[in-house]
């Protein structure tokens, strides 16, 4: 099992930044990628964001490319999400997931998976 928790959600306005964590405990978290999903009201699960158990294989949705950066610290057991730029079509719930797929984008191959931490963007 590994447990999940994100932290960092808030209300910004258009143009500002945030940064989300995700803790992680339980199994080693050096044997899973990591991934950043997003629900906005009314819409499906999107993928965002992912990055390897080593730090490489990133991949991000188009959406976000160049406004956002994923990156983790296996000493720390942690997993970020840093959003520049930001945008009132990236407001929705965040999520963090764990994998063993790396470079996966679909969310079927995601076994474990945080309660979700929200981001307003206020135009």
């Known amino acids: 099992q590994v447990q999940l928790v994100e932290s960092g959600g808030g209300l910004v306005q258009t143009g500002g930044s945030l940064r989300l964590s995700c803790a992680a405990s339980?199994?080693?978290?050096?044997?899973?990628?990591m991934g950043w999903f997003r629900q906005a009201p009314g819409k499906e699960l999107e993928f965002v964001a992912t990055?390897?158990?080593?730090?490489?294989?990133?991949a991000y949705t188009d959406s976000v490319q160049g406004r956002f950066t994923i990156s983790r610290d296996n000493a720390e057991n942690t997993v970020y999400l840093q959003m520049n730029n930001l945008k009132p079509g990236d407001t929705a719930v965040y999520f963090c997931?764990?994998?063993?797929?790396?470079?996966?984008?679909?969310?079927?191959?995601?076994?474990?998976w945080g309660q979700g931490t929200q981001v307003t963007v206020s135009s």
């Open positions: 997931a764990a994998t063993v797929a790396s470079g996966s984008t679909w969310r079927g191959h995601y076994a474990y």
């Open positions: 339980g199994r080693s978290f050096n044997n899973f990628a």
């Open positions: 990055i390897g158990s080593g730090g490489g294989s990133l």
